[in-house]
Every structure is written in structure tokens, then in C-alpha cells.
């Protein structure tokens, strides 16, 4: 008994000791911890603890080639709550779910369900997002510091789809997916900066005093050659012309033919790359530079240049074209109508494709592909834009016993719009081929200038005495005896080619067509080069039927826009007996009296008071000028601006009154305002009706002296 007791004991003892042990272990290990090794445990945990987050870069802005900005950027914010935050009690959930409510259109209940529904463990529930600066200032004046407040850059187009296929959209990550926003992604990106964070042990991030970081180089700014005035004119005129035409689509450029400066680009239908998802692809797709298509007649013009260049034909030289058909190589080729026996002159002036093959079979096959080929067909222009296509333009030994006089008047080729412009451009440039281009010039955060594109000419194409002799040409096509008369403007020299061509669709050419016209002008000095493409009319299928008097509408508008354009009316204007009656209305009794003595429209005042307030016939309709036009006063007007939300309003049609009241009719409507020149309005941006944010600028032309070509378009 006695050794089992021992036995007992000792092993108590033995317990008891290693007992007494464990805390001296732990004793010394906490002082190893904290004296002998704590410093660098510390720096361990400290570097652990770090983390690096980006500080995101300001996509640049695009710029039209007056300094308006077409894109730039807005902030919103992701708003989130920690529900779990150390001190952030019901009441203040209560109390921020009922401020979140009235800046952001939710209910108070919602928000209490959404997080009531959150995991319990959750510390970053979301509760809205894409919310305004504005309304986030007043979550910020709460002062809850369980209350998640995340900046987001958002991309943001000013005029919604003003030149949306020139400026192009991005995806939700910024980058640019087409137009500038690709081809200059990496200027407008910029390169984002970093800060330095903690993060605490349920992964939380913190921000401390004196972290290091590194600013953001934010992305450059493009300044392009679009001129935004002359942008929605060219979009406004060439929707008119699809529409008018019942037609499938439409293009069309306005070019600089000594630049090769891009001042307009359209394609219709278009897009908002506001939100880019809402329209089907082949919207967003910029078809000027991206579509291939037979040219038709618009391509006589290399044909015409090769025979006269290498003289091989006369101006005077008769061709007998029949009754309009003729069978070349078991094919048969026909004129739009019988013409007879015509000139070279007529030959292009109608548009006869017999006589233009007649033409093209004295050339060899290489000379009429060199000519094509230096003209620029065949080979990407190089614009500064995403997709351009090459076209198709096949080298002589691949051509078949037919195709000399087909592609002598625009089939068996392929081009793309742009091509076709350069083209034209070269014509009106005595000769030269000049590159064509977006981006006048990039330029950093702080204005400084860091790429500038310079006009850049790539060969001479024609020589100048060519075009001297081919210019009265393809001037008298835009005549009463061309193809282009619907494009002619009297008083006003202009010059270019009409094109009708059948579309080759599943290995052969059906009964759809594309309309175009390419032009310039004023022809002796040309500044303006303009296509126009519609697509599959309906109305009727020739160019200068369907195409010309979209060009006459642009070319209308760009005399009232540009102050270097100017018409040569007749000496008097009353042997046109018929005129359109200009919109006075809201107009002072002396200023409606002036335009419409402009006019030499015969009027007469009814009703008492010094404002004009209606008109019979109506604005926008035609009038004798010797039948006097009723013109109805009153003591007071009253703007036609509708406003649509508290911070949008629709644009007032200030075109024709004095500067001083148009600016304080816009003033009124809640916009600013940008007055050039003096006098009477004659043009305006934004466009009358389109819907616009107060606040903005809108710009507003005068002249002394106000061109009724102009006052013409409204009412329309």
C-alpha cells in the first residue's frame, strides 16, 4: 500500500511540474516575441497588411475643331453600407435608407429589405448605383462611416448621336471599341495611379495618413477637323433624303479638298453611344469606310481623266450611241435613255454609258488601272479610323474580255465611300491625292500639344491643265441639261458626277440600287468637297433624282454657314414669280418688314400690337409674289421652348431674328449663349427642336444682312 501511495505521489509531482512549465514557456515565448524578434514581426505584418489600389485615370475628352465638347466624362457613384460597422446603430440605418431614398428615387423599405436579406455576416451590401455627384453629396453630409461611397468614371456624349460613328463608343470597361475612342484608345486612356491601403482582418480596406501614391496621368484630348455645325447639317439633310427616298441607308462626307480635313461624316440610321447596346450592330458600324460598293457613274471620272490626260479624245467628237443599247462581248450595256449621237462633253454631262466605254476602249487596260490606282481606288486611304476596308480593284491580267468598259463606268470594282471622296477631292485639288483625316491635333492635361497631323499629299494624281479643261464638264452636269439638276443652286458654281449602280447580290445584279453624287464646290475655287450615298431608294433609283438635292440642301446651308461662300443672284428677283414664305413669327413688326422685303414678298399687318404672331399662307409654303401675304401682330409673344424635365429644354428656332432678341429668348429658355458676328440670325447650334441640357451653350450666327436661302429652311 505504502509504495502505491509513492507511486501516486510522484506522479502527481511530476504533473504538477510540468504544469508550472507551461506558463514559463509561454512567459518566454511572449518576450521572445515582443523584445527579441517584435520588430521585424511587425514589419512583417505591416507589409501583409498593405495593399495597392488604383486611382483611376480621366478618359480625354473629343473635341469638335471649334473647341465644343463632343465627349467627355461624368462621375457616378456605387453606393454600399456596412451594416456591422463599429457604432452604426438601427437608427442610423433608418435614418441613411430614408436620405438614399430621397436622392434616388427608391423607398426607404426596399433598401431595409435589401440589406435585412443580405447575408448576416455581410459587410458590403450594394444598394445603388450610376448615382449623380449631386445626390451623393448629400450621403457624404451624413458623416456614417458605414456608408460605401465608390467613384466611377462613365463615359458621356453630349450630343447623343451627333457623329456617333465618327467618335465612336466604349465598352463598360473604357476602352474604345470603335471611331476615336479605338483608334486613339491609348491617348485617351491615360495610365492609372496607385495608392497605398491597410486592410484589416476581415478584409476591409483603410485609408492612413501619409500613404504613398502616385498621381494619374490623365488621357490626352483630341481635337478633331469636324466642324459641328456643319455635322448636323450634313446628319439633318441626309436623313431628310433616306426618308424622302423610302430608302434602306445613307452616307455622307464633307470633305476639305486642300486639306484633306474631314469637316462632316454621317451615316443614317445611327446610334447614341450614350448607350450603344439599344441599336443593332449594323448601326454602329461606320459603313463610309467599312462597305464596299460598285460606284457607277461616279467613276467615270477616272475613265474621263486617263482619254483626256493622253489625248485621246475630243470635246467635239461625236458618238453614235443608238437607242441605247449595244452588245459588247455578248453583254449588252444600255443608257438610262436613248441619247443619239453626243459629244464627249455630253457623253458625260447625260451620263451615257456607251459612249464612256466607246472612250475606255482606246485606252489600254493598264493606263485605265494605273489611273484608278493613282486616284487612290484599290488601296486604304488611311484615315485615323478603325475598319476601313481596301475595296476591290483587280490588276488587268485578271480582267475577263468585258471588263475594260464595265469598269470603265463603275462595275467590276469595289470601293469604299471614302475612296470616292479622296477621289474627288484629288480632282478639285488641282490633281493632288491628300490624305484624309479625323484628329487635327492630341494634346495633353495641360494644353501643350503632343501629336499634330499635318495635311499630308501622297502623289499628284491629275496635272492642272486636265482638270482646266474637264472642269466646265463636270460643271455642266450640275445643270438643267446634266444629270445633277436637282443639285443646282442659281448664282452658284459647283461641279460633279451623278452615279447609279445595281447591286451584285448572291453572284448576280438584282433590282436594287445605290443613288449617289460626289461633288465640290464653288467649283473655280473649290472648299468643300460632299458625297452622298443612299442606299436601295425607293422613290426612284438616280443619283441625281435621290442623291443631288441632299447635296443642294447642304451646299444651301454651308453658303449661310461659311462667310468665304456667297451667291450671285439675279438682278432682279421678282421675275421668279414664286417664293417660300420665311418663319417671322415672334419677330418685331420692322424686322419681319426687313426679311420680307428681302423676299420681295407683297405682305400686309393685321391686328394691333408690334410682334409678328401668324402667317397665311404658312411658313415653309410657296407664294406668288405679287399675292400679298397676311401678316398677323400682336402685343406679345410667347417662346416656343417646351421645357421636358426640370434640367432639359427644347431649342427655340432663333434663325432670322435680331441677335440682341434671339440671345435673350435663349437666355430665357435657360441656356447660354454664344452670339458670332452681328445683325440677323442665320444659323444656330444646336438645331431648332433638338433636346438639350440648360445651362449649355447654344451658338448663334448673325449677319447684317440675312441670306433667304437660309430663312427658307425653316418651317420644314
Given amino acids: ?10 506522479r502527481m509531482f511530476v504533473v504538477f511540474g510540468l504544469m508550472l512549465l507551461i506558463p514559463l514557456v509561454i512567459g518566454l515565448q511572449i518576450m521572445r516575441i515582443q523584445v527579441l524578434d517584435g520588430s521585424q514581426l511587425r514589419a512583417l505584418w505591416n507589409q501583409q497588411a498593405m495593399d495597392v489600389i488604383p486611382i483611376p485615370a480621366q478618359r480625354g475628352l473629343i473635341l469638335d475643331s471649334g473647341g465644343r465638347e463632343l465627349v467627355g466624362n461624368t462621375v457616378t457613384y456605387t453606393v454600399a453600407v456596412d451594416p456591422r460597422f463599429p457604432g452604426f446603430t438601427a437608427e442610423d440605418m433608418r435614418t441613411f435608407t430614408r436620405a438614399l431614398a430621397s ?49 466611377q468614371y462613365r463615359r458621356r456624349y453630349n450630343y447623343e448621336t ?10 463598360h470597361e473604357l476602352t474604345g471599341m470603335s471611331g476615336l475612342e479605338s483608334s486613339y484608345n491609348s491617348n485617351l486612356s491615360g495610365v492609372d495611379g496607385q495608392r497605398q491601403v491597410r486592410r484589416d482582418r476581415s478584409g476591409r480596406i483603410r485609408a492612413y495618413v501619409g500613404a504613398p501614391r502616385r498621381l494619374p496621368q490623365q488621357g490626352h484630348t483630341l481635337v478633331t477637323t469636324i466642324d459641328a ?28 479638298p486642300k ?10 440610321p445611327d446610334f447614341d453611344p450614350n448607350q450603344p447596346a439599344a441599336s443593332p450592330p449594323e448601326n454602329r458600324r461606320n459603313t463610309i469606310i467599312s462597305d464596299m460598293i460598285e460606284p457607277g457613274s461616279t467613276f467615270k471620272l477616272v475613265t474621263a481623266v486617263a482619254a483626256v490626260e493622253n489625248g485621246l479624245v475630243d470635246f467635239d467628237e461625236q458618238f453614235d450611241t443608238g437607242d441605247g443599247r449595244r452588245l459588247i462581248s455578248g453583254q449588252m450595256m444600255r443608257d438610262h435613255d436613248p441619247l443619239g449621237t453626243v459629244s464627249f462633253h455630253e457623253a458625260i454631262q447625260k451620263s451615257s454609258n456607251i459612249a464612256t466605254s466607246e472612250v475606255a476602249g482606246r485606252l489600254s487596260s493598264d493606263m485605265l488601272y494605273q489611273y484608278a490606282r493613282n486616284l487612290g481606288f484599290g488601296s486604304q486611304t488611311y484615315i485615323d479610323l478603325p475598319g476601313e476596308e481596301a475595296g476591290r480593284l483587280r490588276k488587268p491580267y485578271q480582267w475577263s474580255a468585258v471588263s475594260k468598259p464595265w469598269i470603265s463606268i463603275g462595275y467590276e470594282v469595289q470601293i469604299n465611300l471614302m475612296q470616292l471622296a479622296q477621289a474627288y477631292a484629288a480632282f478639285a485639288n488641282d490633281g493632288m491625292v491628300m490624305r484624309p483625316f479625323v484628329v487635327d491635333r492630341v494634346m495633353d492635361e495641360r494644353g501643350r500639344v503632343v501629336h499634330q497631323n499635318r495635311p499630308e499629299a501622297i502623289r499628284r494624281a491629275i496635272r492642272p491643265e486636265t482638270i482646266d479643261k474637264l472642269r466646265p464638264v463636270f460643271e455642266s452636269v450640275v445643270s438643267d441639261s446634266g444629270t445633277a439638276g436637282f443639285a443646282r443652286i442659281d448664282g452658284f458654281r459647283m461641279a460633279g458626277k451623278t452615279g447609279t449602280a445595281q447591286k451584285f447580290i448572291d453572284g448576280r445584279y438584282r433590282a436594287r440600287y445605290i443613288a449617289s453624287f460626289a461633288g465640290f464646290f464653288p467649283s473655280d475655287d473649290p472648299r468643300y468637297v460632299t458625297v452622298v450615298m443612299i442606299d436601295e431608294p425607293r422613290l426612284s433609283y438616280y443619283g441625281g433624282f435621290i442623291a443631288g438635292p441632299v447635296f443642294r440642301n447642304v ?6 454657314l461659311d462667310d468665304k461662300l456667297h451667291l450671285q443672284p439675279p438682278h432682279d428677283d421678282t421675275r421668279v414669280p414664286l417664293a417660300v414664305v420665311p418663319d417671322v413669327r415672334g419677330m418685331h413688326r420692322d424686322e419681319a418688314r426687313a426679311v420680307l422685303g428681302d ?27 405679287t399675292d400679298p401675304l397676311r401678316v398677323t401682330l400682336s ?28 440671345s435673350a429668348w435663349l437666355r430665357q429658355a435657360g441656356f447660354d449663349v454664344e452670339m458670332v458676328g452681328s445683325g440677323t440670325v442665320y444659323a444656330q447650334f444646336p438645331l431648332a427642336g433638338q433636346q438639350y441640357r440648360t445651362g449649355q451653350t447654344v451658338t448663334i450666327r448673325g449677319r447684317a444682312r440675312d441670306l433667304p436661302t437660309i430663312l427658307s429652311h425653316r418651317g420644314r
Fill in 259 to 268: 486639306t484633306g480635313a474631314i469637316k462632316a461624316m454621317a451615316s443614317w
Fill in 599 to 625: 423676299y420681295k414678298i407683297q405682305h400686309r399687318f393685321t391686328g394691333e400690337g408690334e410682334y409678328v404672331v401668324a402667317l397665311s399662307p404658312e411658313p415653309g409654303e410657296q407664294i406668288m409674289r
Fill in 635 to 662: 402685343h406679345s409673344i410667347s417662346s416656343d421652348t417646351t421645357r421636358i424635365s426640370e434640367h432639359h429644354a427644347g431649342i427655340p428656332d432663333v434663325r432670322g431674328m435680331s441677335m440682341r432678341k434671339a
Fill in 229 to 256: 455645325h456643319i455635322q448636323a447639317i450634313a446628319e439633318e439633310e441626309l436623313r431628310k433624303g433616306v426618308q424622302r427616298a423610302m430608302a434602306r441607308r445613307g452616307s455622307i462626307i464633307v470633305m476639305d
Fill in 103 to 151: 436622392v434616388a428615387g427608391g423607398t426607404h423599405a426596399s433598401y431595409q429589405q435589401r440589406i435585412r436579406s443580405a447575408h448576416p455576416r455581410s459587410r458590403y451590401i450594394v444598394l445603388e448605383r450610376n448615382l449623380s455627384a449631386e445626390a451623393t453629396e448629400q450621403l457624404r453630409e451624413l458623416g456614417m462611416r458605414a456608408v460605401i461611397l465608390e467613384e
Fill in 555 to 560: 451646299t444651301m446651308r454651308l453658303i449661310g
Fill in 1 to 10: 500500500m505504502a509504495e502505491n501511495k509513492e507511486f501516486i505521489l510522484n
Fill in 162 to 171: 451627333l457623329a456617333s460613328h465618327v467618335v465612336g463608343y466604349v465598352n
